[in-house]
């Protein structure tokens, strides 16, 4: 069946970087945008950014710009999130998300149809 | 960013009631609203795309309706495991932006 499956939970320190990953399966892997939304403890969600598979390209929320970047590995349907310079606001579920639009030239995103079960980064000296 | 403004923030209901939602766009976004459904300690669930689309597999009272800047989310008649938290989310421009949410609870 189509998932995402996600690295285990994470205990960094402020200043360091998390690296994440969401593994794709049950679908072809560079056909789907791949998002990137997070969700403090008890709050909303917000949305991070994201990632086109088929050509590597990226769009960043503005408040992530210069610490958050989305990379692939098409070898194993894979795509990893990096936030960097980590202070605690960043403690937070982080969850990718399916785009069920196909990432193509003409298609936008559409609506996020598979989550992955989330990465929990906790911050704290 | 477009501002996504939900309301009520929570509510208590029976099983059995019609449930409505609201959320209010910032600016005008044509049809480009999602809504979701969160359960504790679990992801967000895709229920309505494009303001009124049914998402596969969801079940039918749940419906979506609205254009521009106001959108309605209605469960025609709540049922135990529909108590939950629901966002909606905007895909017109990213940055994509969701509302704060509307839990949901047992009366």
């Known amino acids: 069946q189509v998932q995402l499956v996600q690295s285990g939970a994470e205990v960094k320190k402020p200043g360091a970087s998390v690296k994440v990953s969401c593994k794709a399966s049950g679908y072809t892997f560079t056909s789907y945008y791949i998002h990137w939304v997070r969700q403090a403890p008890g709050q909303g969600l917000e949305w991070m950014g994201i990632?086109?598979?088929?050509?590597?390209?990226?769009t960043y929320a503005q408040k992530f710009q210069g610490r958050v970047t989305m990379t692939r590995d098409t070898s194993t349907s894979t795509v990893y999130m990096e936030l960097s310079s980590l202070r605690s606001e960043d403690t937070a579920m982080y969850y990718c998300?399916?785009?069920?639009?196909?990432?193509?030239?003409?298609?936008?995103?559409?609506?996020?149809?598979?989550w992955g079960q989330g990465t929990m980064v906790t911050v704290s000296s | 960013d477009i501002q996504m403004t939900q309301s009520p923030s929570s509510l208590s209901a029976s099983v059995g009631d019609r449930v409505t939602i609201t959320c209010r766009a910032s600016?005008?976004?044509?049809?480009?609203v999602n809504w979701y459904q969160q359960k504790p300690g679990k992801a967000p669930k895709l229920l309505i795309y494009v303001a009124s689309s049914l998402q596969s597999g969801v079940p039918s009272r749940f419906s979506g309706s609205g254009s521009g800047t106001d959108f309605t989310l209605t469960i025609s008649s709540l049922q135990p495991e529909d108590f939950a938290t629901y966002y909606c989310?905007?895909?017109?421009?990213?940055?994509?932006?969701f509302g704060q949410g509307t839990k949901v609870e047992i009366k």
């Open positions: 989310q905007q895909s017109y421009s990213t940055p994509w932006t």
């Open positions: 600016q005008s976004i044509s049809s480009y």
């Open positions: 998300a399916r785009d069920q639009a196909r990432a193509t030239v003409v298609t936008r995103p559409d609506a996020l149809d598979i």
């Open positions: 990632f086109n598979p088929s050509i590597d390209s990226t």
